[in-house]
């Protein structure tokens, strides 16, 4: 007997396809102009509300490729769509993960109209981005990109950044920071370059990460802290509630759920778990997919879910993970990364997890300490250490897709 799915996040890709080229991507389809059809949104969402399944706040992300090749109206026409079918009992956020370089005037009209989250990839200052966001024709796309965060800023669209850290930004926390503020960006995301699909990292697998990556976070941290000018951090920011919870609360680890995100791409075939596993192929696993929308119902993609060996060996990988010190914080960490850097779903560790998991809550256990671990520095712990001017989370609840 298996738990009702509790379905928070979909992600839909609308197309493949990618206007740019990053020298770390991962995806193999990316020059595939191939756009989703409005009639299969319709019918994903129809499935969804009508299976029950749905949590009171879904958030919808637009990945992967670019979603902004796909025109303004697109949008406009699904989100309508969308809005006409939803209950009242579910509030549905929609959110688009953007490199940025096609933000103009109508899409912050978009954006505002729809108050929809917004993260731009982005990867510090010129030299920084440069390094490995580059165009098609191989050339630097930073100008692109922060014209587009400038166009942002002066339409007053709230938006958050995810940085993918390199072997040279590692060393540099103090000058990323002042570049963020001297841009105005006050809610900042890291990722580390990672291997997945045929990317493999060079940073990942050195033996030096997981102190280079702490010294980072640390001072990264502490220096924004200091400023007073950084409203969210995300490794530190979304680990804080995760950490001090209310006693007898389980943590969620919605890649480990089956259909708990739910990852739909361009021609309507439907994965779960790690969204970065929808595209990729694998003949164990069926390249990862348990149906298409078009043709299955959501109770049919679920039953074919629950019996595949996906998800027998993402559990697994679970009850791995138990005995690790960290699990009340991580759940049981990303499939997509245990596959790729173990090259099995059943094992547990692997930097991923460190970096994630292990190396903020470290940081946030060393802080607390220095609070004097009290009853009442424990009650009063997650203000203390959160960022001084934090609203929270983005309303976008940025995950780590990038
Ligand atoms: S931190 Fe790593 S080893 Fe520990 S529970 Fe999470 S994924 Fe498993």
Redo the contacts with the bound molecule.
Sequence with gaps: MTATPEIGMVVVQPTAFCNIACTYCYLPDRSNKHVIAQSTVTRLFEQIFASGWACSEITVIWHAGEPLVVPVSFYREAFATIERMRPTTVHVRHSFQTNGTLIDADWCALFKDWNVGVGVSLDGPRALHDLHRKSRSGKGTFDKTIAGIRCLRDNDVPFHVISVLSHTSLDQPEELLEFYLSEGIDQICFNVEESEGDHVSSLFHGPELRRRYAAFLRTFWHRARQSGRVRFLREIDLALPRMFRPEGVPVRNIQTEPLAMLNVDSHGNVSSFSPELLGLKNADYGDYLLGNINFQSLQEIHDTCIASPLYRDIAAGVEA?RS?E??SV?????PVN?LFENGSLTG???SY??LT??VPTDLILEAYDRLGRSPAALASAEAALSLPVTGGSPASEPSRIS
Excluded at 330 to 334: D, T
């Design positions: 993970c690790c960290y699990f991580c759940g049981g960490g990303a245990k547990t560790v692997t997890c460190t998991q292990m």
